[in-house]
């Protein structure tokens, strides 16, 4: 009997895609991430990338059988994944990564800041044209010093109630992985509750003459108009173009009640 020549049948173990580290969240301004494959069996063949995370659309190529990969200056969240092919056996894909973009950071502008009464007030302010999420931050110290968050603060508007003393406030911005962005801030000036002062001046004069009356020991105010009226409960008042702190009135025929309005 005669044995033929010996022939040798190698057994490659199945494909294993393995699994991906490197995952990371960046800005769409600039950004550079390196993905690392491990736990795999046999070499890579390529890389690929889609948007879609199931890869059931639009899978790009990446000439690359390192088990290495860099992705530079992404402008859109991507999907990468490494394919792996050992000997003669069929291909496998490792597990995706995720490399999730966010546009730049936009502050954009607040609007709705006034003048308030010391006390109860209550000022609605809004942050609009912004991009990202958004934390509201107050200052009793000036428009650029002395700024703390505002906790629970996170919508676009905000409500500022009951103050007592000029605040100033502010929104800082900020997209998923990129430099927060601030707005410029706005003040919420409040004014000190007016005394109004006592008007002094003659309490009876003949008819046909004239009255001199003065406003003192107001504060926190102005003056914006007189007042003249025939009861002395105002119940029916004539308004008086005069914001100083005199007035004479007009020649008298009746009994006329006088007050400065603060």
């Known amino acids: 009997a005669a044995n033929s020549d010996t022939g040798m049948v190698i057994i490659n173990a199945t494909s294993v895609g393995g699994t991906l580290a490197g995952s990371?969240?960046?800005?769409?301004?600039?950004?550079?991430t390196t993905l690392t494959l491990s736990g795999h069996t046999g070499t890579v063949?390529?890389?690929?990338w889609s948007e879609a995370s199931d890869f059931s659309s639009g899978v790009n190529t990446v000439a690359?059988?390192?088990?290495?990969?860099?992705?530079?200056?992404?402008?859109?969240?991507?999907?990468?994944?490494?394919?792996v092919t050992n000997g003669v056996c069929a291909?496998?894909?490792?597990?995706?990564?995720?490399?999730?973009?966010?546009?730049?950071s936009v502050a954009g502008t607040i609007t709705g800041a006034t003048t308030v009464c010391s006390g109860t007030n209550s000022t609605t302010l809004t942050l609009g044209g912004n991009t990202g999420t958004?934390?509201?931050?107050s200052s009793t110290t000036s428009t650029t010093a002395g700024f703390t968050p505002i906790s629970g603060a996170t919508a676009s508007t905000y409500t500022a109630t009951n103050l007592t003393q000029t605040t100033y406030y502010r929104a800082v911005v900020t997209s998923g992985a990129c430099a927060s962005a601030t707005a410029t801030a706005v003040t919420v000036t409040v004014s000190a509750v007016p005394t109004?002062?006592?008007?002094?001046?003659p309490t009876s004069v003949c008819t046909g003459s004239t009255a001199a009356l003065t406003l003192g020991g107001m504060s926190g105010g102005t003056v914006s108009k007189w007042q003249s009226s025939a009861t002395s409960n105002f119940a029916t008042a004539t308004d008086i173009a005069n914001t100083l702190s005199t007035y004479t009135s007009?020649?008298?025929?009746?009994?006329?009640?006088?007050?400065?309005?603060?």
């Open 91 to 104: 291909a496998a894909n490792s597990a995706g990564a995720l490399i999730t973009v966010s546009p730049t």
């Open 134 to 137: 958004i934390q509201w931050e």
């Open 64 to 83: 690359n059988t390192t088990t290495t990969l860099t992705a530079t200056n992404l402008t859109v969240t991507r999907y990468y994944r490494a394919v």
């Open 196 to 201: 109004a002062g006592t008007v002094t001046g």
């Open 45 to 48: 063949t390529r890389w690929e």
């Open 24 to 32: 990371a969240d960046v800005c769409s301004d600039g950004n550079t």
């Open 250 to 262: 007009l020649a008298l025929s009746a009994t006329t009640y006088f007050r400065a309005v603060i």
